[in-house]
């Protein structure tokens, strides 16, 4: 009498190959790389140091539609190879794969990000020049120099530009409107009166009037390029979440070209022993 064995079935959930999305990671990589120094040479390439007027703005659309441009087609790439790399005919999975490789990519970038921003920020603390503060005026417009010039003036000569930085409190505090403030520390820190402290404010009233004007410009500017640049990451970012998605499907449907899966009816097995 037969016996026969009732087993059941466990259905088999395809899981995420790691060792496939790292491939694909360093895939994406080395494409990106690549794009970026073609981005770099068309770029130098196209940029006349002689002309009068540089082009900031068309050199500004041309990086930006780049940098999409590079995340899109590494990642598309990046998921494709990941899904190759895995070697299994499932969609789904190829889909998470490139998707995961999209992940990937975007923690290593913002590590990579913040460590830079760190290591700049920190190498401007260990700096023993000028504060942050000078450093501002130093490289804005001409009044803020001008502001600088004068508070620095006003100053006695053991205290320009020491370890207190005097000066960069009362441009600050002058750039706030803090009137009292400044008048407070110059004071302090000189052998002045009041009131010639008092009559060198108003007679500076006008140089801080303009460069608050420009500071403000400043400001506004900045924060005009800084959500420029966070709108173009956020565009990036989507757009290469798409195409790593795309590319992990397409690299499962094509899967077959890459390992030689072909079937075609009517043609003999020729992988047997020669009879």
């Given at each position: 009498m037969a016996v026969v064995y009732d087993t059941p079935a466990v259905p088999?959930?395809?899981?995420?190959?790691?060792?496939?999305?790292f491939a694909g990671w360093l895939v994406a990589?080395?494409?990106a790389g690549l794009l970026y120094v073609a981005g770099l040479a068309f770029g130098f390439a196209a940029l006349d140091i002689r002309a009068a007027d540089v082009p900031g703005k068309g050199l500004g659309i041309?990086?930006?539609?780049?940098?999409?441009?590079?995340?899109?087609?590494?990642?598309?790439?990046?998921?494709m190879f990941a899904s190759w790399f895995d070697g299994h005919d499932d969609d789904t999975a190829g889909t998470l794969h490139g998707v995961t490789v999209w992940g990937l990519s975007v923690t290593t970038t913002a590590l990579w990000l913040a460590l830079g921003l760190g290591s700049m920020h920190g190498g401007r603390h260990d700096d023993h020049g000028p504060a942050p503060m000078g450093m501002a005026a130093a490289a804005g417009g001409n009044n803020l120099v001008i502001l600088k010039a004068e508070v620095d003036h006003l100053l006695p000569r053991d205290q320009r530009g020491g370890g207190d930085h005097a000066e960069d409190v009362v441009v600050g505090a002058l750039l706030a409107g803090n009137v009292d403030t400044a008048r407070t520390v110059l004071t302090a820190s000189s052998s002045?009166?009041?009131?010639?402290?008092?009559?060198?404010?108003?007679?500076?009233a006008p140089v801080v009037a303009r460069a608050q004007a420009e500071a403000k410009d400043r400001a506004d500017r900045?924060?005009?390029?800084?959500?420029?640049?966070?709108?173009?990451?956020?565009f990036s970012g989507f757009l290469a979440l798409i195409a790593a998605a795309v590319g992990g499907w397409a690299g499962t449907v094509h899967i077959h070209r890459i390992y030689h899966r072909r079937r075609y009816e009517g043609r003999p097995f020729r992988g047997g022993p020669a009879i």
């Open positions: 088999h959930h395809p899981r995420i190959n790691w060792r496939a999305v990589t080395g494409i041309g990086t930006a539609i780049w940098v999409v441009l590079t995340w899109v087609v590494a990642l598309f790439l990046g998921g002045l009166d009041t009131t010639t402290v008092s009559g060198a404010l108003d007679r500076l900045l924060a005009h390029y800084t959500s420029m640049a966070l709108w173009i990451v956020f």
